[in-house]
């Protein structure tokens, strides 16, 4: 399997692949499971996308709606007639470069490592919190992973939590989420400041990436010691779009000639 397309070592949601190959949340798929032309991997509602986009076909995309697709320009046009909304979304990747002492959370909040026995209080979270632990599968799988901090109250609930969200072998590029009531009380500072210290501590760097317009994860990042590595741009997509044998593909701007039509679809690769 042509694993070389993925980045090895890489920051940001490029450790998509690693993660998903070491810790088994997120999914393979091929045009063919014998010497495949194209291949994505999927984990938490992102996509990485490679190889020959002559291989796939825009039906074949559809399992990958509504999500965040990273795919070289060359798909463009497979991809706009995959979906009824294609949206090129600026992202910015941070690497974790300068100390920053940990700080004291409010009274009666302790900030320490997430453990199996956490996972209930992980589950219960507070309304739209389940993301924060989609790329372990749930919150067993993070719970249990050894790579999430938490601030907690006295009762044992989450105030906040950071998480390696996705795990390389070089880089973990790391995620932060924290119940609305509790904001603007340093609790994301607390838990990501000791998350990164784990994350060294286990010989790797910590890495963060974000829209070009989230300014408060720009800024939490850059009061947490991250900067800025590089920028690329990835694809929001919309509901696929009704397909049948003959739909054309569109003009590609970057390219500047229609591919030819493919003629498989991407598979689940077992």
């Not at 076909?57 to 559809?62: E, R, S, V």
């Not at 010989?203 to 590089?230: D, Q």
């Amino acid at each position: 399997m042509p694993f070389r397309w993925f980045a090895a070592g890489a920051p940001g949601t490029a450790a998509l692949p690693e993660h998903v190959l070491a810790h088994g949340a997120g999914q393979w798929w091929a045009d063919r499971a014998d010497a495949p032309r194209a291949l994505a991997v999927t984990c938490a509602g992102h996509v990485v996308l490679r190889g020959d986009p002559r291989a796939v076909t825009a039906a074949g995309l559809a399992p990958f709606a509504s999500g965040h697709v990273d795919a070289p320009l060359r798909f463009l046009p497979v991809l706009g007639a995959a979906f009824e909304r294609l949206v090129p979304v600026e992202r910015m990747v941070y690497v974790h470069r300068e100390p920053v002492a940990a700080t004291r959370p409010p009274r009666g909040v302790r900030v320490r490592p997430v453990t199996a026995d956490d996972a209930a209080a992980l589950a219960v979270g507070w309304p739209g919190s389940d993301w924060i632990h989609g790329s372990w599968g749930g919150a067993e799988g993070l719970a249990a992973s050894g790579r999430a901090v938490a601030a907690f109250d006295r009762g044992g609930r989450v105030l906040s939590v950071a998480c390696a969200y996705f795990a390389g072998a070089a880089y973990e590029d790391v995620a932060v989420a924290t119940a609305p009531e509790h904001r603007r009380r340093g609790l994301a500072h607390a838990c990501v400041t000791a998350l990164t210290a784990d994350i060294a501590a286990r010989g790797r760097t910590a890495s963060w990436s974000c829209a070009r317009e989230n300014r408060p994860s720009r800024l939490l990042a850059w009061t947490t010691g991250f900067r800025l590595a590089s920028e690329h741009t990835r694809f929001a997509t919309g509901a696929p779009l009704p397909q049948t044998s003959d739909t054309p593909l569109p003009q590609s701007a970057a390219l500047g000639k229609p591919l030819p039509n493919p003629t498989s679809p991407l598979m689940p690769l077992l």
